[in-house]
């Protein structure tokens, strides 16, 4: 009897587990974001008439040195969590518009608009183009920054969309961007201010600084 449990031992087939399948990706366009809250949603086509609804995504999903902004075009795939549908694996990928270069020409940190000069769009639109905070990766820029942007339809004529930082760039006349040893990310310098105002809630507030007030005009964004 012993021996011949033992040979239908030997006949058992043990079953593999199979190989997980890659998660399917898709395309998709981020059309909100909170840089403050690193949350917003992207616009897919195919995740809408398979969910009904725009996917939630957290800045902390995207890849490593990835800053999301309203327009960036990215692919992702999506994950269930508490509240839904959500993306992850988030990545970025280059969208077909043409990008644009310009310099921020006025910025108002507190109300988080500004415009941006770029003589090819002044040629296109006649006017500076208006910038929202939502716009812009990270969240912050200052007047004299060096940017490339998307050109989009808002509500009230041409605005800003998926605005990236130059770091030491300068914008030429003719559009191109140089590099700028004496501006940009590459100089920095250090102030000293005090928290003016602080909410822990939205995790946000303003830093009083008579240095940083006379450059800019306003109490410093933090």
């Known amino acids: ?13 043990v079953a593999q587990p199979e190989a997980q399948a890659p998660a399917k990706m898709y395309v998709g366009m981020v059309k909100s974001y909170n ?6 949603h992207i616009e ?27 327009g960036s075009h990215i692919c992702f795939c999506v994950t269930q969590g508490t509240k839904g549908p959500e993306a992850a694996n988030v990545q970025l990928v280059e ?10 020409k006025s910025w108002n940190p507190v109300k988080g608009w ?9 040629q296109m639109y006649g006017k500076d183009i208006f910038l929202m905070r939502s716009a812009l990766a990270g969240g912050q820029c200052r007047k004299g920054d ?10 009230k004529g041409p605005e800003a969309s998926d605005v990236h930082m130059v770091p030491g760039g300068e914008t030429l006349g003719d559009g191109t961007v ?8 590459g100089q920095r310098q250090t102030f000293r201010g005090l928290v003016k105002k602080y ?6 507030g303003f830093i009083a600084c008579p240095e940083t007030f006379a450059m800019y005009g306003w109490d410093v964004y933090v």
């Not at 140089?178 to 990310?185: A, L, T, V």
Request: hydrophobic share 35%; glycine share 16%.
């Open 178 to 185: 140089s590099k700028n040893p004496g501006h940009g990310m």
């Open 146 to 155: 060096s940017v490339t942007f998307l050109v989009v339809q808002g509500d």
């Open 35 to 40: 840089p403050q809250k690193g949350w917003g």
């Open 95 to 104: 969208g077909t518009a043409a990008r644009h270069s310009g310099t921020i």
């Open 44 to 70: 897919c086509d195919e995740t809408m008439r398979l969910y009904g609804k725009d996917i939630f995504i957290l800045g902390s999903k995207a890849g490593p040195n990835i800053s999301l902004a309203k």
């Open 1 to 13: 009897m012993a021996m011949a449990a033992g040979h239908a031992q030997l006949g058992m087939v």
């Open 114 to 122: 500004g415009h941006i000069e770029s003589e090819e769009t002044q």
């Open 199 to 204: 909410n822990a809630e939205r995790g946000w």
